[in-house]
């Protein structure tokens, strides 16, 4: 009996000083999440006008009457102008009727030929951009007049100069929905260069978990001011300035959007989930392609970026459309996406080799940033062993009795 539990002895030393001298490799994860924007410009213009209205108006006589446009909206836009000309009778209501036995075309106007131009098409158009904030350079006229061959016929008459304005983005070749092109026009315009503003996220550590540097903002620092049609690119930075390599990955999160009305969320909706498509590149290829918001996707699966050593870092690259079927609906809105990045690594736990020679390695995830897990197969080797040596005690006690 005694050599039996000799033995038993021998094989929980055995087993003691094994659990004790495996390296255990742990795995752990840190993430931080970010929201990022995207807003929809717009394109707010209108007639600014100099006008007093006199009492009456004398065949030759000049009336003063300035008209230019205002853009007023946050992004650039190409402008035309009709004008309509009626003379006619205000009856006892103030409500107007044309005479149309009486031409319209005796009230004269001498149009701006510098900087606008006679499309052909019962519209003036403005032969620059209209950047935000700008007014037209010149008016499309500064004064009207009655023809000195207008009779007796037009005597007491009302005459009324209608002035209706259209505008549209810039960007985009959106001038092609009026069925004109810049070129035909000989308007001055070039498609602006985009803004380089690169974003970064860096991974410092397993404590310290990432640091999300951005523009003021978010990351999709260039994804501001989006018009229908429009295509842009953001340059992200990746890094991992830790001590030790690690895999980062990237997913987006369903997120509660900023308060706005159930109107302007079903638009919302729609932007981030059909109209506004992006692509994601990393090392040359494409990790996602589809809705900015990642649904389903992005949403139900992490994409990974790949294995960052130590100290270095890599480009990421977010490539934004955005349709041209949107209508003025879509104008001011702000958008909302969240995406969280995960840090993958391994810790040696309890360093030594042992007498296996090599080490055990044992990948745990955890919920929590920066834990770390202890390996399934560890606890279970130590559960074997605290079941041997209570084996031993029952043994033992049973020699005594």
Same mark, same amino acid.
Request: charged letters at 25%; glycine letters at 8%; a negative charge.
């Given at each position: 009996?005694?050599?039996?539990?000799?033995?038993?002895?021998?094989?929980?030393?055995?087993?003691?000083?094994?659990?004790?001298?495996?390296?255990?490799?742990?795995?752990?994860?840190?993430?931080?999440?970010?929201?990022?924007?995207?807003?929809?410009?717009?394109?707010?213009?209108?007639?600014?006008?100099?006008?007093?209205?006199?009492?009456?108006?004398?065949?030759?006589?000049?009336?003063?009457?300035?008209?230019?446009?205002?853009?007023?909206?946050?992004?650039?836009?190409?402008?035309?102008?009709?004008?309509?000309?009626?003379?006619?009778? @205000?009856?006892?209501?103030?409500?107007?009727?044309?005479?149309?036995?009486?031409?319209?075309?005796?009230?004269?106007?001498?149009?701006?030929?510098?900087?606008?131009?006679?499309?052909?098409?019962?519209?003036?158009?403005?032969?620059?951009?209209?950047?935000?904030?700008?007014?037209?350079?010149?008016?499309?006229?500064?004064?009207?007049?009655?023809?000195?061959?207008?009779?007796?016929?037009?005597?007491?008459?009302?005459?009324?100069?209608?002035?209706?304005?259209?505008? @549209?983005?810039?960007?985009?070749?959106?001038?092609?929905?009026?069925?004109?092109?810049?070129?035909?026009?000989?308007?001055?315009?070039?498609?602006?260069?985009?803004?380089?503003?690169?974003?970064?996220?860096?991974?410092?550590?397993?404590?310290?978990?990432?640091?999300?540097?951005?523009?003021?903002?978010?990351?999709?620092?260039?994804?501001?001011?989006?018009?229908?049609?429009?295509?842009?690119?953001?340059?992200?930075?990746?890094?991992?300035?830790?001590?030790?390599?690690?895999? @980062?990955?990237?997913?987006?999160?369903?997120?509660?959007?900023?308060?706005?009305?159930?109107?302007?969320?079903?638009?919302?909706?729609?932007?981030?989930?059909?109209?506004?498509? @992006?692509?994601?590149?990393?090392?040359?290829?494409?990790?996602?392609?589809?809705?900015?918001?990642?649904?389903?996707?992005?949403?139900?699966?992490?994409?990974?970026?790949?294995?960052?050593?130590?100290?270095?870092?890599?480009?990421?690259?977010?490539?934004?459309?955005?349709?041209?079927?949107?209508?003025?609906?879509?104008?001011?809105?702000?958008?909302?996406? &969240?995406?969280?990045?995960?840090?993958?690594?391994?810790?040696?736990?309890?360093?030594?080799?042992?007498?296996?020679?090599?080490?055990?390695?044992?990948?745990?995830?955890?919920?929590?940033?920066?834990?770390?897990?202890?390996?399934?197969?560890?606890?279970?080797?130590?559960?074997?062993?605290?079941?041997?040596?209570?084996?031993?005690?029952?043994? &033992?006690?049973?020699?005594?009795?």
């Amino acid at each position: 009996m005694k050599n039996k539990i000799s033995k038993i002895i021998i094989a929980a030393s055995a087993a003691c000083y094994l659990f004790s001298s495996v390296s255990v490799y742990a795995a752990w994860t840190a993430n931080s999440s970010t929201d990022n924007y995207l807003s929809m410009g717009s394109y707010k213009t209108s007639i600014e006008e100099e006008y007093t209205q006199p009492d009456h108006v004398d065949p030759s006589q000049e009336v003063s009457k300035i008209v230019n446009v205002k853009n007023s909206g946050s992004v650039g836009t190409f402008v035309r102008v009709a004008v309509e000309k009626q003379i006619g009778d @205000i009856d006892g209501d103030g409500n107007f009727t044309p005479d149309t036995e009486l031409d319209p075309e005796m009230i004269q106007i001498q149009y701006n030929n510098t900087v606008w131009r006679d499309g052909g098409d019962g519209y003036f158009y403005y032969l620059k951009e209209l950047g935000p904030g700008e007014t037209t350079e010149e008016p499309l006229f500064r004064s009207y007049k009655l023809s000195e061959n207008a009779d007796n016929a037009y005597r007491k008459k009302q005459g009324h100069i209608i002035v209706k304005m259209e505008s @549209i983005q810039a960007e985009g070749n959106a001038i092609s929905v009026w069925g004109k092109t810049v070129s035909d026009l000989g308007i001055q315009y070039q498609e602006p260069k985009q803004e380089r503003k690169d974003t970064s996220v860096t991974f410092l550590g397993q404590d310290k978990g990432f640091d999300i540097a951005s523009t003021k903002t978010d990351l999709f620092a260039n994804f501001k001011n989006l018009m229908p049609g429009t295509s842009r690119t953001q340059t992200i930075k990746v890094a991992n300035t830790s001590s030790k390599e690690v895999e @980062i990955s990237l997913k987006a999160e369903a997120v509660e959007q900023d308060k706005m009305s159930q109107t302007q969320l079903a638009l919302v909706d729609k932007l981030l989930n059909e109209y506004a498509q @992006i692509t994601i590149q990393t090392d040359g290829n494409t990790i996602y392609k589809g809705p900015v918001s990642g649904k389903t996707e992005l949403q139900n699966t992490a994409a990974s970026l790949g294995k960052y050593p130590a100290d270095s870092a890599k480009d990421m690259t977010v490539s934004l459309s955005v349709s041209p079927d949107m209508d003025n609906q879509y104008l001011d809105l702000l958008g909302k996406v &969240r995406w969280v990045f995960t840090a993958t690594g391994e810790d040696e736990n309890a360093p030594g080799t042992g007498t296996l020679g090599k080490p055990v390695s044992a990948s745990v995830s955890t919920p929590k940033t920066g834990d770390i897990a202890i390996a399934p197969a560890m606890i279970s080797f130590a559960a074997a062993t605290l079941l041997l040596c209570s084996g031993l005690i029952i043994i &033992r006690k049973k020699e005594d009795e």
